[in-house]
Nanobody, 125 residues
């Protein structure tokens, strides 16, 4: 199948920046879309951003204008550039992958077949 590995998390002060990376291995010869989600302690896993198999991008309202999702070339890896970070951005960030080329419900956890192990992002005030 597919293995996803996130990196780039850490501790940053409010107003700072981080760049997360997600590298996929395995069945990467197929077309796929990727998303970023985050989960704070005691809360549900929330959509952050997604990039479709044909390059369209989608963002949660809470991160629009601050976060940017991108791909280096064609597919792999996928990055999440996070600027102007706020304490409320603190969470474990997960990347996810779907081979579903029809649905555009990129904000739904159920769309994604494969998940990374997560990387912690902590923003101090």
């Amino acid at each position: 199948q597919v293995q996803l590995v996130e990196s780039g998390g850490g501790l940053v002060q409010a107003g700072g920046s981080l760049r997360l990376s997600c590298a996929a291995s395995g069945r990467t010869f197929s077309l796929y879309s990727m998303g970023w989600f985050r989960q704070a302690p005691g809360k549900e896993r929330d959509f952050v951003a997604a990039i479709s198999w044909n390059g369209n991008t989608y963002y949660a309202d809470s991160v629009k204008g601050r976060f940017t999702i991108s791909r280096d070339n064609a597919k792999n890896p996928v990055y999440l550039q996070m600027n102007s970070l706020k304490p409320e951005d603190t969470a474990v960030y997960y990347c996810a992958l779907t081979f579903n080329l029809v649905s555009t419900n990129y904000d739904r956890v159920s769309l994604y077949d494969n998940w990374g192990q997560g990387t912690q992002v902590t923003v101090s005030s």
